[in-house]
């Protein structure tokens, strides 16, 4: 599988983060995964998390099919 080098900007990096990663991978969603890992971890929500959420206004977002890779 062949890879590329793709340009990750983080669009809500405040003035001492870094804005942008560059990352060989062989896909867009690759890339921004390896970036990702950095700062997000991911597990099922419980009921509890659910509830909280909803109590500081918060909602539930819909992920969307990833775009064509290039």
Do not use: C, W
């Amino acid at each position: 599988m062949s890879t590329r080098i793709y340009k990750v900007t983080d669009t809500q990096a405040g003035e001492n983060d870094p804005s942008v990663a560059l990352v060989r991978a062989t896909s867009q969603s690759q890339a921004v995964a390896h970036v990702a890992r950095r700062r997000y971890t991911v597990a099922t929500a419980k009921p509890d998390d659910v509830e909280a959420h909803f109590n500081r206004g918060g909602s539930v977002e819909n992920a969307k099919a990833e775009a064509p890779q290039e």
